[in-house]
């Protein structure tokens, strides 16, 4: 069997058992009986399960970001995008449960290097979902000057709670990917459609005691 494939159903094989049993339960014993191969050869080809888990963070998430990009159309409205964007985020978390959990639980819970590896990926997702939003509002307000950190914490709002509810709508029996992208829609499009037109809410003065 050639290398790639081999290695694939490793990583397949890893994928299932850290997100079902956690990082530090999963063994390697175990991962090899799900591939079908020895323990040794998993060693000879992965070296050590550090570094199989850092292959499996890796993968998920390059297919993440990948499916999320893949799937909007640049030539569509702005809130065509963001829609087909969700969909494309909740579609792939829905599919690939076990992917989800290594990378939004076990990589963020037991430290760098696993972290990190999370970390780039949501920068790349966040990075695009800013692009999306700020190129949209510049667009709809005729200003180029709408301020870069009001759309940067935007894009982080709107990425948490995308990642929050990928966890419920995978936890939730019968939630499609079409309803959670439209929650999360009905949720922040009213407010990004105001801010698009220049209606943003100012504030009130603190209270004096």
């Not at 079902?20 to 999963?26: I, K």
């Not at 040794?40 to 199989?52: G, I, W």
Request: a negative charge; charged letters at 20%; aromatic letters at 8%.
């Amino acid at each position: 069997m050639p290398r790639a494939v081999r290695e694939r159903q490793m990583v397949d094989a890893a994928v299932q058992s850290f997100a079902r049993f956690g990082y530090r339960a999963a063994s390697m014993d175990q991962i090899a009986e799900v591939a079908g191969v020895s323990k040794p050869l998993v060693y000879l080809y992965l070296n050590s399960k550090d570094e199989l888990f850092t292959a499996c963070i890796r993968r998920e998430a390059k297919a993440l970001v990948e499916a999320v990009q893949a799937g909007v159309a640049i030539d569509a409205t702005a809130d065509r995008q963001l829609w087909e964007g969700l969909t494309a985020f909740f579609t792939h978390t829905a599919e690939n449960p076990d992917g989800w959990s290594v990378l939004h639980h076990q990589a963020r819970t037991h430290g760098e290097p696993f972290a990190a590896e999370v970390t780039v990926m949501r920068t790349e997702i966040t990075a695009f979902v800013t692009h999306l939003i700020g190129d949209a509002a510049r667009e709809a307000r005729g200003n180029p000057d709408l301020p870069d950190r009001e759309v940067a914490g935007l894009a982080q709002a709107l990425v948490g709670a995308a990642e929050a509810l990928a966890d419920w709508a995978n936890d939730t029996p019968g939630v499609t990917a079409r309803e959670a992208a439209a929650t999360l829609m009905n949720f922040a499009w009213a407010g990004l459609g105001n801010l698009m037109r220049g209606e943003s809410w100012t504030p009130p003065p603190p209270r004096h005691r």
